[in-house]
Every structure is written in structure tokens, then in C-alpha cells.
């Protein structure tokens, strides 16, 4: 915490209402690298401000399907006791948005295919017959194949 001693930080529990996290899941974050905290004379633990966005941050790439360690990895890079920079921040924005950009398509996909034939074998509508006969997506391999990129032979 650039400029102030253990002391001066936010308590676990001051973290805790503002990020309306448990006190546990703050832990559970910090096992992760997502938060760093510093201790005081007394063990506490204290946090820096920016450690609020940083659990905000995390919540809110958790609540988007990305996984905790993969959180924790993508900031491992950001300086451990001090508020991130902006640079910073665009380092791990440009490591997200690839796969954020992918997920989307996904979703697109699945939206826009999912009353229709997506390759995945069951032949219970009547476009698999056409798009699908015989379950010839199988031989792409398992799973719905037409929403994984596959793309029906037109031979």
C-alpha cells in the first residue's frame, strides 16, 4: 500500500461491506493471489483500497463463467501492494477480451442455432434429417459439432 503502514489499510470486515463478500470468500480470494493483504503489529490483516476493485474485478469475471485460478493468474502480474495503473488494468482487459469475444460468438451461436440442428445426434427434429442425416456430424467427433464450428457437408 503505496505511502501507508499495515495500520492505515481497510479491515477484512470494512472489505467485506463494501464488496458485500463474505469474510470467508475474502479469504478464499486472497488463497487465490487475488487480493494481497498486508498485516499490522496485531496480525490483522489490511488491505489497500484498490484491493476493492480487484475483488470486483474477480466477482464479476466469476459470475461470467471464468474460473477463480484463471482469475488469479490473469493478476498475478499486477504490483502486489499498490493500486494498480491503468496500464495495468488494459494489460489484463487485452488477456480477457480474446476469450471474452469468444464466449460471445459461443452464445451467438447457441442462440441463433438452438431450434435448429446443432450436430449433437439426437435426430428429433425435423431439420436434423435434412442438416443431419443419419447423424453424419458424428463422424466430427462427440458433441453438438455444428455449435463447436463444424459446418454440415453439402456434398
Same mark, same amino acid.
Given at each position: 500500500?503505496?505511502?501507508?503502514?499495515?495500520?492505515?489499510?481497510?479491515?477484512?470486515?470494512?472489505?467485506?461491506?463494501?464488496?458485500?463478500?463474505?469474510?470467508?470468500?475474502?479469504?478464499?480470494?486472497?488463497?487465490?493471489?487475488?487480493? +494481497?493483504?498486508?498485516?499490522?503489529?496485531?496480525?490483522?490483516? +489490511?488491505?489497500?483500497?484498490?484491493?476493492?476493485?480487484?475483488?470486483?474485478?474477480?466477482?464479476?469475471?466469476?459470475?461470467?463463467?471464468?474460473?477463480?485460478?484463471?482469475?488469479?493468474?490473469?493478476?498475478?502480474?499486477?504490483?502486489?501492494?499498490?493500486?494498480?495503473?491503468?496500464?495495468?488494468?488494459?494489460?489484463?482487459?487485452?488477456?480477457f477480451r480474446s476469450q471474452i469475444d469468444a464466449r460471445i460468438a459461443e452464445l451467438e451461436g447457441? +442462440?441463433? +442455432?438452438?431450434?435448429?440442428?446443432?450436430?449433437?445426434?439426437?435426430?428429433?427434429?425435423?431439420?436434423?434429417?435434412?442438416?443431419?442425416?443419419?447423424?453424419?456430424?458424428?463422424?466430427?467427433?462427440?458433441?453438438?459439432?455444428?455449435?463447436?464450428?463444424?459446418?454440415?457437408?453439402?456434398?
Amino acid at each position: 500500500m503505496a505511502g501507508k503502514t499495515p495500520s492505515q489499510g481497510l479491515s477484512i470486515g470494512d472489505l467485506a461491506d463494501r464488496t458485500g463478500l463474505a469474510v470467508s470468500a475474502i479469504r478464499f480470494y486472497e488463497t487465490h493471489g487475488i487480493v +494481497r493483504p498486508l498485516r499490522n503489529a496485531g496480525g490483522h490483516r +489490511r488491505y489497500a483500497r484498490s484491493d476493492l476493485r480487484r475483488l470486483s474485478f474477480a466477482m464479476i469475471a466469476q459470475q461470467l463463467g471464468f474460473p477463480l485460478a484463471e482469475i488469479g493468474r490473469h493478476m498475478a502480474d499486477l504490483p502486489a501492494h499498490e493500486a494498480p495503473s491503468r496500464q495495468d488494468w488494459t494489460i489484463i482487459s487485452t488477456g480477457f477480451r480474446s476469450q471474452i469475444d469468444a464466449r460471445i460468438a459461443e452464445l451467438e451461436g447457441l +442462440r441463433d +442455432r438452438l431450434d435448429g440442428c446443432i450436430g449433437c445426434g439426437c435426430l428429433s427434429l425435423d431439420r436434423c434429417a435434412l442438416y443431419n442425416p443419419g447423424d453424419a456430424a458424428a463422424q466430427y467427433g462427440a458433441g453438438p459439432r455444428y455449435l463447436m464450428g463444424d459446418s454440415a457437408s453439402t456434398d
